[in-house]
């Protein structure tokens, strides 16, 4: 039986799925948002608006700014889904402003916990380049906002956690080896000493569906953005090659092999999927082509379905609000459609 030969670090999205960036900001002028009424936010929400609509960057004319309270239920939640605002910025919607940029690959989420939350997302692993994108937004809008500052904190934020740098840096991660190990526990409790934390898909206070977690920074105080990072990377470097490592021993388990190739035939097969089990075979199959069972399929294409079998993000996708039962079988449908034009043929060198 082979073993997977992996491109070193210098290609590691076979383990990291993204990369985000996102800075805390406030104005300097305002209470915090928990303090604001709704006719407060919604200044706030025109003022930061107009900074981004109407500033000098060259891709201003890119955003499109979504007043979250014209949102339908389903629409709000396909964003949390597609990672583009937070669990807690939909909870309530009133005096909340979104500003997306048409790739969606910038978000500006106006008056959350903090006045201004800029994120940043990029593909595979990308700090450097995602953290430089952020950082220009941040200076463009600093130029025309008035940030709430001091010379010993730092940014001023509402969640003692935040001051500082007012970042959070952090990686998606696909870490099926070291979850079926039972590693994780441990991890995180070493993790959490080096001020680093380990969460799930869509953060604090959620599961790690699919074997899915966020590697992100804790520390923002103290402490400088570039060193945020740099601790960030060696850490992420270090669970890369433990979990390269525990494929390479779990996948000449004939247990696991059969787990891979039976999720292979659901998805293959199934007409009807709900999306945990959907979410879970599909993280098998990704384990199936990290370690080298399936060739030819591309990584991307299963990053892809983990956010479009959502249940909000499926209806937002077909323009209606339908069944548990309709959507487990459009899933289904999806999945099928996606693996099959996609050539996987197995590689016989790993059966035994």
Do not use: W
Request: glycine share 6%; aromatic share 6%; net charge neutral.
């Amino acid at each position: 039986m082979s073993e997977k030969k992996y491109n070193s670090l210098k290609d590691v999205s076979d383990v990291i799925i993204s990369t985000r960036i996102r800075f805390a900001r406030n104005l300097r002028e305002f209470p915090f948002p928990c303090r604001l009424s709704i006719d407060k936010k919604c200044k706030i929400a025109g003022i930061v608006k107009d900074a981004v609509l109407n500033g000098n960057s060259a891709i201003s004319d890119r955003f499109q700014y979504i007043q979250m309270s014209e949102l339908t239920q389903e629409e709000a939640v396909s964003l949390v889904e597609r990672h583009l605002v937070s669990p807690e910025f939909i909870s309530d919607r009133q005096g909340r402003g979104l500003l997306l940029l048409d790739n969606e690959s910038v978000s500006i989420m106006i008056n959350e916990e903090d006045h201004i939350r800029i994120q940043v997302i990029k593909s595979d692993m990308d700090l450097d380049g995602t953290y430089s994108l952020a950082d220009k937004i941040d200076t463009l809008l600093d130029e025309q906002l008035n940030f709430a500052f001091n010379d010993n904190l730092g940014y001023l934020t509402q969640c003692p956690t935040n001051i500082g740098t007012g970042m959070r840096a952090s990686l998606m991660m696909h870490l099926p080896a070291l979850k079926e190990n039972g590693a994780m526990g441990k991890i995180s409790a070493s993790l959490a000493k080096l001020g680093l934390t380990l969460r799930g898909m869509y953060g604090e206070g959620t599961e790690p569906g699919g074997a899915i977690y966020q590697l992100s920074n804790q520390v923002t105080l103290g402490i400088s953005e570039q060193e945020a990072i740099k601790n960030l990377r060696d850490i992420a470097v270090q669970l890369i090659t433990q979990e390269r490592e525990a494929r390479d021993s779990l996948i000449k388990n004939i247990n696991i092999q059969d787990r891979i190739y039976r999720s292979y035939g659901i998805l293959h097969y199934a007409k009807l999927m709900n999306n945990k089990e959907c979410t879970e075979l599909l993280s098998n199959l990704r384990f199936g082509v990290e370690a080298g069972i399936f060739e030819n399929i591309d990584l991307s294409t299963i990053n892809r379905l983990f956010i479009e079998i959502q249940p909000a993000t499926l209806m937002k996708n077909i323009g209606k609000k339908i069944s548990p039962l309709e959507r487990d079988s459009i899933r289904s449908e999806l999945v099928r459609t996606a693996l099959l034009q996609q050539k996987i043929p197995a590689n016989r060198r790993l059966e035994n």
